[in-house]
């Protein structure tokens, strides 16, 4: 089994009199996609500028492909793609002449960097902005700009701080497909606060709160709880009266968003063995016609907020 | 090698895609003409040493604008992010960035040697005192561009930097004037800082090595503590 890429442990990030990441540990295996999720705050930003480099723990370490961020930051840096937030690059120079000089000072020359550059401009579709200066860019290509500077020398991980924060529907459409085409051979770190956002492209998600990681993976957090989406030909009385019978089911709650069919439920409840089978039997013996009974992937958001809540009760 | 000499040129680009770079050259040029035809028509002497004196202030009053973007610009727009999560150290930064604002003196400099070759044409110049006083502008400016880099690496905001810079500048330009009131031995220990102090003997063709070796200093210690301030994150 390969060792994981990223190694994170007891991690302490400290201004001053204020505790930003409080003891935070992880790894990070070859080809995950990875989401941070936090409230803004929260020390994603933190967590991000010490695995590249940027800044140095208080406390802890952190290791990138083998390489200590605080003895070996150099070879660290070398193995690191970075897009931090609201994707800062120099106005003055051109798209190209900007690709070229971030190809160059990762080492790359020549016709290595030449290549590079020509390859991470098509893979971002910048062909048609490569001779613009960067301050006349739109917000959603300076992001692309971003990006494809990280991926120039086809670094072992990729770190990238809210990269679709000010990008319209299409754009954040182009970015998911980008990271759906990285997943796999490329090792991916996503932060975002936005939870659908990291849902549709992690394969774990981790949350932090107040510098404290709350998990190191919510979607299997999430795994002693099931949703399940029905369409039943009854009133929602009817199916609460119908499903308080079933042992462990939850909650039920109508489905109202734009374009939901009548008779659409959300059921919440706890996992176990024959659940869908108990439900279909409680329904058929009451005569509620089932039409649709669908298994749905664990809500982020609720597993967010119950964890958070969790740590606030504790708190308490 | 090959990162600095990248670094060098992104620094040398971005100096000179700003009107700063050609403001402070034009100004430089149009009041050492001024300066360098009056004194010839009122002395009537090929001496360079009143011009000199005149550089001397002149780089007291402009590295500040040359240096102060340098780093706190960089800290402003966060583009430092980007230079210092890429593989290159905080010293090859430092000395990218201090050997273009040097570059640009000397360029200054070499535009002004034309007023060594008028003298040379016209008349019987002493070349002493011109040689030692370009050089004492050449290690006077090191100093000071080092002093500048300090300033910009330390605050994000290039006003507060280049105030910053110029009130040091100025505070060792006239130290030894009130140097001297102090006690013994602080009195020596302060006058010893003045800028205008080391600079005297160059520009009257006078060579010592204290004079060179404070300068010198002065660079390396400000280069120094440049890459410390940056690395300190």
Same mark, same amino acid.
């Given at each position: 089994m390969n060792p994981p890429i990223v190694v994170a442990q007891n991690l302490v990030k400290r201004y001053g009199p204020r505790l930003a990441v409080r003891g935070v540990s992880f790894t990070i295996d070859a080809g995950e @996609?990875?989401?941070?999720?936090?409230?803004?705050?929260?020390?994603?930003?933190?967590?991000?500028?010490?695995?590249?480099?940027?800044?140095?723990?208080?406390?802890? !370490? =952190?290791? @990138?492909?083998?390489?200590?961020? =605080?003895?070996? !930051?150099?070879?660290?840096?070398?193995? =690191?793609?970075?897009? &931090?937030?609201?994707? &800062?690059?120099?106005?003055?120079?051109? =798209?190209?002449?900007?690709?070229?000089?971030?190809?160059?000072?990762?080492?790359l020359s020549g016709a290595a960097a030449r290549r590079a550059v020509e390859s991470a401009a098509a893979r971002l579709g910048l062909a048609r902005v490569m001779t613009m200066p960067i301050a006349k860019l739109s917000r959603g290509f300076r992001q692309r700009v971003a990006i494809a500077q990280a991926l120039l020398n086809e670094p072992k991980l990729l770190v990238l701080d809210e990269p679709t924060s000010g990008l319209d529907p299409s754009q954040v459409n182009a970015f998911r497909d980008l990271i759906r085409s990285l997943a796999g051979r490329q090792t991916v770190l996503i932060a975002s606060h936005v939870l659908p956002e990291i849902a549709q492209v992690a394969s774990r998600v981790m949350i932090l709160l107040d510098g404290t990681l709350l998990t190191t993976d919510a979607l299997r957090h999430g795994g002693d709880r099931r949703r399940l989406r029905l369409e039943v030909d009854g009133s929602e009385a009817e199916l609460r009266a119908c499903l308080a019978a079933v042992a462990g089911v939850r909650a039920v709650s109508a489905r109202a968003g734009a374009g939901d069919p009548p008779g659409g439920y959300i059921v919440e409840a706890d996992e176990r063995p024959f659940l869908a089978r108990d439900i279909a039997a409680a329904l058929a013996e009451r005569r509620l016609a089932l039409s649709e009974l669908t298994p749905l992937p664990p809500d982020l958001e609720h597993i967010f907020l119950e964890l958070t809540r969790r740590r606030g009760e504790a708190a308490a | 090698m090959r990162s600095f000499a990248v670094l060098l040129h992104k620094e040398v680009m971005a100096l000179f895609s700003s009107p700063i770079a050609y403001v402070v050259v034009t100004v430089f040029l149009l009041i050492m003409g001024y300066s360098f035809t009056l004194t010839l028509f009122i002395s009537h002497t090929p001496s360079l040493v009143p011009l000199f004196f005149q550089m001397f202030v002149l780089f007291l009053l402009t590295v500040p604008i040359i240096t102060m973007r340098l780093v706190a610009e960089e800290r402003k727009l966060r583009t430092i992010e980007m230079l210092l999560t890429a593989p290159v150290s905080e010293a090859q930064i430092v000395l990218a960035k201090f050997a273009a604002s040097f570059g640009l003196l000397v360029l200054m400099l070499l535009l002004s040697a034309a007023y060594p070759i008028v003298l040379a044409l016209y008349g019987d110049p002493d070349w002493g005192p011109i040689y030692s006083g370009y050089l004492g502008l050449v290690l006077l400016g090191g100093a000071l561009v080092g002093c500048g880099l300090l300033a910009s690496t330390l605050v994000s905001n290039q006003i507060i930097a280049a105030l910053l810079s110029l009130s040091l500048f100025l505070l060792l330009w006239i130290i030894d004037d009130f140097g001297y009131l102090l006690p013994d031995p602080l009195d020596t220990l302060v006058v010893n800082l003045s800028l205008s102090g080391h600079f005297k003997p160059f520009a009257t063709g006078s060579l010592y090595l204290s004079d060179a070796a404070f300068y010198v200093s002065a660079t390396l210690l400000t280069l120094f503590l440049s890459a410390r301030a940056l690395a300190q994150r």
């Open positions: @996609v990875v989401g941070l999720l936090g409230p803004n705050g929260s020390g994603k930003s933190s967590i991000f500028r010490i695995l590249t480099g940027y800044l140095t723990p208080t406390l802890g !370490s =952190v290791s @990138v492909a083998g390489h200590d961020a =605080v003895t070996r !930051s150099l070879a660290l840096r070398r193995e =690191v793609g970075y897009v &931090p937030e609201d994707a &800062p690059l120099y106005d003055h120079m051109r =798209v190209a002449e900007l690709l070229r000089f971030m190809a160059r000072i990762k080492g | -």
